[in-house]
């Protein structure tokens, strides 16, 4: 029998380049870990349990059910432990009395608020039973709101129903000041803000112009 | 040679063998990584094809605009703030900087310049450069540059990690790739003076496989585990940037690889050749129960 077609050689064709692969593995293993193990530890190298998906350049890490960076759907706004994509659309923003009309993304992430107000999301949904903090532009979507006045309404509509809230109050703080809103709130009302600024002024300023607004009814638009 | 020679001499190339593996996987990662990690042009060469440049003016852009609106600014003269032309000279000092020791971006000339811009376009448009005011506009014009630096720089932690690594790692694996060339050359040498060339090329082809298998097989798990696209990285430029550097990495161990089996083939190739030689030859050196010319006992 030739050698080369000897089984026992092919066998070892195999076996011995595993064997030497799998020891040199842990040799390497075993070598390399204190080199790399104190740089691995510096950078904090996290992996995520799915690819990430970015919005506006930045990665959501609120990656729950809704994938795509559209308008929330009434299911996710009745489940009050999901939460939509930063940039997504949640509905329209309305006070009447001061003529405005916006678009309500979740985020108020820098490039949300060029698209409409958006909603802080360390804060609640509309119908979510919590505070629901609501920032926008002062040249843009909220340049009407200082004229909003104690009484007024505010509405959320959304894909799962009409929220009215109505104005309580309003606040100049500082932009650090945590106490000018309770995000712990067992109950639900919403607060506005955008930057205190006068017509004088050009720049930006550490003041903020909050308004308050209590919760007062709700109709469901779904069938 | 005696049958206990013999085998002594068996397990002196199987030892030799295994270690000519482990210097071939251990010349195969020096020169991975000399071309890689080690070399300012591949960081250069993976920004441009990631587009980190872009995608950073657009995101800063975008951020410029929106503080542009709760500043009083509009939109053209926010975008102008920055221009790809600047981001492309920075990230390219950002790599000087971890890898020649040179001066990282003037952040502060950049702030300066957001200032005078901002504070020449309010006054064209009629604004007092009051106190008041020019604390607003330097406000802005800090936002603006920590923004840009955030978004710009490549993360603290890395880039400290990197200026402390490159220069120790250069000499390491100069010195290291160019030992594992010589042991190789040695290796190589003793496993010919122990066999006659098939038994050699055996040997040979149990090394360079098993160097091949854990290049090859290392690299494809890396890539199918999906962990690299996995990589918790926030900001998208950054996080483009790293997952095509790691990709360009594992190509590079698939090059490796492939030099690998090409080399195996040639030596399979002239293994069966020397087995196909032996069998149609009655050359008595070879016979059964001869070894090197001598009858076994």
């Known amino acids: ?223 | 040679m005696s049958v206990t020679s013999k085998r002594s001499s068996q397990v002196i190339s199987y030892l030799l063998s295994f270690i000519l593996c482990l210097l071939l996987i251990v010349g195969s990662l020096c020169a991975i990584l000399q071309a890689t990690v080690l070399n300012e042009n591949f960081f250069k060469q993976q920004m441009r094809r990631s587009n980190y440049s872009t995608l950073v003016t657009s995101l800063v852009q975008d951020r410029f605009v929106s503080y542009g609106m709760a500043a009083g600014f509009d939109q053209e003269t926010c975008k102008s703030l920055l221009t790809k032309e600047q981001v492309e000279a920075d990230a390219q000092k950002i790599v000087q900087f971890i890898y020649e020791s040179g001066k990282g971006p003037d952040y502060d000339a950049f702030q300066k310049s957001i200032m005078q811009k901002l504070t020449e376009n309010a006054k064209s448009r009629g604004f007092q450069m009051t106190a008041e005011n020019t604390k607003a506009i330097q406000r802005m014009a800090e936002t603006c540059r920590i923004s840009y630096q955030q978004i710009v720089a490549l993360p603290a932690p890395f880039v400290s990690a990197l200026r402390s690594l490159v220069p120790k790692a250069k000499r390491v694996l100069l010195l290291g790739g160019f030992g594992a060339l010589v042991m190789i050359a040695v290796a190589v040498f003793l496993l010919k003076r122990l066999h006659h060339m098939r038994s050699f090329y055996r040997f040979c082809i149990y090394a360079v496989s098993g160097a091949l298998l854990l290049l090859a097989g290392g690299s494809g798990g890396i890539l199918l585990s999906g962990k690299i696209e996995r990589i918790g990285i926030v900001l998208q430029p950054q996080y483009k940037l790293t997952v095509i550097y790691l990709h360009q990495m594992i190509f590079y161990a698939f090059i490796m690889a492939a030099v690998l089996a090409a080399v195996t083939v040639v030596l399979a190739v002239l293994y069966v050749h020397r087995c196909k030689q032996h069998t149609s030859s009655a050359d008595p050196q070879h016979a059964k129960g001869v070894y090197a010319g001598k009858l076994l006992k």
Request: proline letters at 4%; a positive charge.
């Open chain 1, 1 to 223: 029998m030739n050698r080369n077609s000897n089984p026992k050689n092919i066998i070892k064709f195999i076996l011995l380049p595993v064997l030497f692969c799998t020891l040199a593995l842990g040799i390497a293993y075993v070598a390399v870990k204190p080199i790399v193990g104190p740089y691995a530890k510096v950078l904090n190298v996290t992996f995520l349990s799915q690819k990430p998906v970015f919005v506006n350049g930045t990665m959501n890490i609120y990656q729950q059910k809704n994938n795509s960076a559209g308008t929330v759907s009434s299911s996710l706004l009745d489940d009050s432990t999901a939460i939509p994509l930063l940039g997504q659309s949640v509905g329209m923003l309305s006070i009447p009395s001061v003529k405005i009309d916006t678009p309500l993304l979740y985020g108020d992430d820098t490039k949300s608020l060029t698209k409409g107000a958006g909603i802080y999301s360390g804060s609640g949904l509309p119908g979510g039973g919590r505070t629901i903090l609501v920032g926008g532009h002062i040249d843009t979507v909220f340049a009407s709101l200082k004229q909003a006045k104690t009484g007024d309404q505010v509405i959320i509509k959304t894909n799962s129903g009409k929220y009215r809230y109505q104005i309580t109050g309003t606040k100049i703080a500082d932009a650090t000041d945590k106490s000018a809103y309770n995000l712990l709130s067992s109950q639900e009302n919403l607060i506005l803000y955008t930057c205190e600024r006068s017509n004088q002024l050009v720049g930006l300023t550490s003041k903020r112009y909050f308004v308050y607004a209590k919760y007062l009814s709700s109709e469901s638009t779904k069938k």
